[in-house]
């Protein structure tokens, strides 16, 4: 079932366009990764998803039904995951994980929250410490663990990789992938070439306003990967 779509659109900022009549699925169980040059369009792309702003043209649908039929129904299928996860550095990964939580409408008991964080990746016993001496690895998870609470059907990420050790991005990579496998559809954007092939079923290349290129990632060769990527970013290709 295909989970988020975009059909024929186009955003525009003022005279600027910043996608050009654009198609995308990602369906249940499948990640894709949309790698580009910066302002190719991917945050466009997610901030549309999450009804942040609306297209001049085309459709944005979420579970087989237009965002702008009901934009409540459409953001409750889906969580964010932001480059940075910035929580209260005070309270610990549950704490903050119940807080925001709640605020998503779901109540979680101390046991709840702590399973979420486990299934997120992070140590049980790391969840009961301040979130101000989290790396930004563990403040990821958390960050997850918030999208697991909300019981989302979507997961956006945007950049949720950089900063990351190559340990670290191995490890969020790992349960991106689990989570794929419970059914989730992630639609994940990067600048890393190399992580996008380990992690996603289909990378989608992106250039101004354009999706370029999809290609499965099980098919393509990382150096091949990184060829095409270059050559569509040098123009040498169309
Ligand atoms: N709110 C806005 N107002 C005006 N222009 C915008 C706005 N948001 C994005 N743009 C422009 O639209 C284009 C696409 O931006 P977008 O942020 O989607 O790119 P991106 O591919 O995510 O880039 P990056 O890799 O740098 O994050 C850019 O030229 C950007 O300057």
Sequence with gaps: MILLEARNVTKRFGPHIALKNLNLTVSQGEIVC???????????????F?????PDEGTIVIAGRPVSDDLRAARARVAYIPDQVNLF?????????????ELAGRRLTVGEAT???????LNGEDATKRMGDYSKGMRQ??????????????????????GLDPLAANDFGA??????????????????????????????IMKAGQLVET?????????????????????ELR
């Design 215 to 235: 290609v499965d990632a099980r098919a393509v060769e990382s150096n091949a990967l990184d060829r095409l990527y270059a050559d569509h970013m040098r123009g």
């Design 141 to 162: 998870k958390v960050g997850i663990a918030i999208a697991l609470a909300k019981q989302a059907d979507a997961l956006l990420l945007d950049e949720p990789l950089s």
């Design 34 to 48: 949309l790698l580009g040059a910066n302002g190719a369009g991917k945050s466009t792309m997610v901030n549309l």
């Design 89 to 101: 550095p005070l309270l610990s990964g549950v704490e903050n994980l119940t807080y925001f939580a």
């Design 175 to 204: 349960h991106i992938r689990l989570l794929r496998d419970a059914g989730k559809a992630v639609l994940m954007v990067t600048h890393d070439v190399f992580r996008a092939r380990e992690i996603a079923d289909r990378i989608g």
């Design 50 to 54: 999450l009804g942040f702003l609306k």
């Design 115 to 121: 399973v979420l964080l486990v299934e997120a990746g």
